[in-house]
Nanobody, 118 residues
């Protein structure tokens, strides 16, 4: 059984920082591209950024250099470090695992809430 477990969400003031983690189990972590998405109330889920199996990263334009995605294959974990957070970053943040060779093999985590407010 594959499980992606996000953690690290919470409340932070504007301008603050937060670091999210996503621990994967039940899969060969090194074979998966890991991505982060977010969904604000009333909005569709949107792409935040991703890291390939080789460690290459790409980000949505709205990240503007504020977020960093990394991975530790030894710990089956991917991280999303966020800084300079603003209220419009408030959302449920999800991690997603996509198999690097089989495009129809992917998994979602359950999400973690990030709230940015004074």
């Amino acid at each position: 059984q594959v499980l992606l477990a996000e953690s690290g969400g919470g409340w932070v003031q504007p301008g603050g920082s937060l670091s999210l983690s996503c621990v994967a189990s039940g899969l060969i972590f090194g074979s998966y591209k890991m991505s982060w998405y977010r969904q604000a109330p009333g909005n569709e889920r949107e792409f935040v950024g991703a890291i390939t199996t080789g460690g290459l990263t790409n980000y949505a334009d709205f990240v503007w250099g504020r977020f960093t995605i990394s991975r530790d294959n030894a710990k089956n974990t991917t991280y999303l470090q966020m800084s300079s957070l603003e209220p419009w970053d408030t959302a449920v943040y999800y991690c997603r695992a996509d198999h690097s060779s089989f495009e129809n093999v992917w998994y979602w985590g359950q999400g973690t809430q990030v709230t940015v407010s004074p």
